[in-house]
């Protein structure tokens, strides 16, 4: 049955995958306060998982129309953005290009990419659990029901209390927010001790594999303490660099019915740019694309000369 949402894993990288994201207390606060205010300024968002590593973030997530997801992940990468690089004196490009999102088709591969999630911190051997990651994250959230909460600092009511020579004090312009998270469509009609148990097989199982694969290698892990240490302003001396998949989907039909599903929305964007790049005014473009800018057009009016 076809979901009423679509359903994404989007990904965002800092500038050269430095560690400007290095978990801190502030760090960790502030993010939680940006992508709950997130949720409360477009409430048609839904967050099921995410996990903030020290130089990219990965969520799932779901949005009601490509629009709203824009808004909602410009907000996210760009307070995100100046509240990072204000901590770390990083004036600079922060992110080393707009996120990506990559639809995830069936709930098997929904199930799949969860996991996934839950591993960052163990398969690049920095903990031995996902609940050890120092940063940000929803283990213990689907796992015991904590409840998410962070700090949005209210910049520009702030500036405007400075600029009117008023005494501010930054505490006086922190607003809560929790981070409420969303049920797999799976797992809609699921009691949530059914879910969270679920939740906590599948960290086991994580934590069992990265110990297993710790003595198989003979490797050591960096450890919590080594990850708090890192220079927010260096980066790994490797970078996992693999072309991401149009989608993700459990069978090789799937994944071909949604390459022929994009290909027919690319062409059908393509035809509407070209008529508006002609000058046509009327265009209608395919739901869940972003028009390009109007081209400059002149208008005469009543045998008038333009200008």
């Known amino acids: 049955m076809r979901r009423p949402y679509e359903v994404f894993e989007v990904t965002i990288r800092t500038m050269q995958g430095r560690f400007l994201l290095k978990p801190s207390e502030k760090i960790n606060d502030f993010i939680l306060g940006v992508i709950g205010r997130a949720l409360q300024l477009y409430p ?16 799932i997530l779901a949005a009601p ?24 004196g990083w004036k600079d490009k922060f992110w080393s290009r707009r996120y990506r999102a990559i639809a995830i088709d069936d709930d098997q591969k929904l199930i799949e990419r969860m996991h996934y999630i839950f591993s960052h911190g163990c398969k690049e051997n ?13 283990e213990k959230a689907l796992t015991e029901g904590q409840v998410l909460q962070g700090t949005w600092v209210d910049r520009t009511a702030m500036y405007e209390a400075e600029r009117k020579g008023k005494d501010c004090r ?20 699921k009691p949530e001790e059914y879910v969270q148990a679920y939740y906590r097989q599948m960290i086991a199982n994580i934590e069992a594999d990265t110990a297993a694969r710790l003595r198989d290698e003979d490797t050591r892990l960096l450890g919590i303490t080594g990850v708090l240490l890192q220079d927010p302003h260096t980066w790994p001396e490797k970078m996992k660099k693999s072309p991401a998949p149009l989608c993700h989907a459990s069978t090789r039909k799937k994944r071909e019915e949604y390459k022929k599903s994009y290909r027919s929305f690319v062409a059908r964007f ?18 869940g694309s972003f028009p390009p800018p109007m081209p400059a057009m002149i208008v005469a009016t009543s045998g008038a000369p333009p200008g």
């Open 126 to 138: 920095l903990v031995a659990s996902p609940y050890d990651w120092p940063g940000v994250g929803c």
């Open 270 to 287: 393509m035809e509407a740019a070209e008529k508006l790049k002609q000058g046509f005014i009327d265009v209608c473009f395919p739901e």
């Open 65 to 88: 129309n490509s629009g709203t997801m824009r808004k909602f992940m410009n907000h996210i990468d760009s307070n995100i953005a100046r509240e990072a690089g204000r901590l770390h």
């Open 44 to 59: 048609g968002m839904r967050i099921f998982n995410f996990k903030v590593l020290s130089n990219h973030i990965h969520i």
């Open 170 to 189: 930054l505490e006086d312009f922190c607003i809560e927010y929790e981070v409420p998270l969303s049920r797999l469509p799976c797992f809609e009609d």
